[in-house]
């Protein structure tokens, strides 16, 4: 803001993208700690079910991936 310039808005495209990714961001999380406190009581990869194993994945790689794609955006936003 040199000279006393206004501040410049963001669009409103930007902050709906941004809002969404952290709502997915913070649903996988959410679904890691479910799985955390509500998992099976597995005590051996072969007692822990496909399903489950899958959902640990998606989670894992939904918040790995949102918080790379909000660093992202944030970063793009401050170069701009």
């Known amino acids: 803001m040199p000279n ?3 501040p410049e808005t963001i669009p409103a495209t930007f902050k709906t ?4 990714v952290v709502g997915l961001t913070i649903l996988s999380f959410l679904g890691l700690a479910v799985l955390a406190i509500f998992g099976d009581k597995g005590t051996s990869e072969a007692q822990i079910g496909m399903f489950q194993k899958s959902f640990f994945a998606a ?3 939904g918040w790995q991936a949102g918080l790379g794609a909000i660093l992202g955006l944030i970063g793009g936003k401050v170069t701009s």
Not at 17 to 20: D, G, P, Q, R, S
């Open 4 to 6: 006393g310039a206004p």
């Open 17 to 20: 993208v941004f809002f969404v």
């Open 59 to 61: 989670c894992n790689f």
